[in-house]
């Protein structure tokens, strides 16, 4: 994606929200971005969630963009909505609405213990993440890639989809129509990913540490916020392959993950992945979404405290 080309969608957002809300009345709301690859996408069943679960959940909302391959036109496309069960594998969407799935991912939780943590405030969480993808257009097999520079067919891969979301997701001045225009403060990036780029070969796990944090400043750039906490899900393997490795340069890519957190300041990485059960070989059982999606929002929570008392700001307080 031309850097070009994304200040223009972004100049064009801002002028559409500066038009529809000038002089009227604002609600804050808390914007994360949750994106990744298939353990983002969620494998847990909707019919083991706990009771507390099955329902939709009050004052929290979910721009869900649909998941689709590089090359193809209609990525992004979504609709605000309280947040339920149905947004893990096999969710897609369309111009007139979403199609739940039998599924879940980590958002149920996270957006649930969000709630507990900020129990006056309203959040949305935007998701795009897609099954099998890499950052390394080398790895991206059937699935597709993050590399912001892909050419491809007609240019269009991850990334784009991602910033089609974005743009699609904030194009919405009301989304709990309570006549009240909204003011979306991004507060966070959740990633989980990085399995794929550890799968193929030596030297695309070692250019994994350099593609995520080129990845991470643009998504960062694309909210508008250069200095956005992140939280990586750290990878994991199951061990269910014959040689005992799924992921055949996981290690490579976890100190990857390890050195992004230890140079960023403003990012933290979740660790007990490496104690979650498994479904299949590569996804974690419904147990292990569940408390994942509770520590992302606990340590993105810890994250915006430390840095309002390194600077002494909180924008939702002004």
């Not at 100049?11 to 690859?37: A, C, D, M, P």
């Not at 507390?52 to 909505?81: A, M, Q």
């Not at 799968?199 to 991470?216: H, S």
């Not at 750039?221 to 014959?242: E, F, H, M, R």
């Amino acid at each position: 994606m031309n850097p070009i080309r994304l200040n223009k969608i972004w100049l064009l957002i801002i002028i559409v929200q500066s038009i529809f809300t000038y002089g009227q009345k604002k609600e804050v709301i808390r914007v994360y971005y949750l994106g990744g690859q298939s353990n983002m996408d969620g494998f847990g069943y909707n019919d083991q969630l706990p009771n507390s679960f099955e329902k939709s959940v009050e004052n929290i909302w979910i721009f869900h963009g649909n998941p689709v391959g590089d090359n193809e036109t209609n990525g992004g496309l979504g609709k605000w909505n309280i947040m339920q069960p149905g947004h893990g594998y096999g969710f897609s969407a369309d111009q007139k609405g979403n199609n739940l799935s039998d599924r879940f991912g980590l958002e149920l939780s996270f957006g649930k213990r969000l709630q507990e943590l900020y129990p006056n405030d309203k959040i949305a969480i935007i998701k795009y993440s897609r099954g099998g993808t890499s950052i390394d257009s080398l790895a991206a097999g059937e699935y597709g890639s993050w590399e912001p520079d892909y050419r491809g067919t007609n240019g269009l891969n991850q990334y784009d989809h991602f910033l089609n979301t974005i743009r699609s997701a904030f194009s919405k001045n009301d989304i709990d129509s309570n006549g009240i225009a909204d003011l979306f403060m991004p507060s966070g990036i959740i990633w989980m990913q990085g399995e794929s780029d550890a799968y193929y070969t030596e030297e695309i796990a070692l250019r994994y540490y350099p593609n995520l944090r080129r990845l991470l400043n643009l998504i960062r750039a694309s909210l508008l916020k250069d200095d956005l906490p992140v939280v990586i899900g750290k990878i994991s393997d199951s061990g269910q392959d014959t040689d005992g490795k799924v992921w055949n340069y996981c290690e490579l890519v976890q100190h990857a993950q390890e050195k992004y957190v230890r140079i960023d300041e403003n990012s933290e990485i979740v660790r007990t992945t490496a104690n979650y059960n498994y479904s299949d070989a590569a996804h974690y059982n419904s147990e292990g979404y569940i408390d994942l999606g509770k520590k992302m929002a606990e340590a993105i929570y810890n994250l915006e405290n430390q840095i309002e008392s390194k600077t002494g700001y909180n924008e939702f307080h002004e």
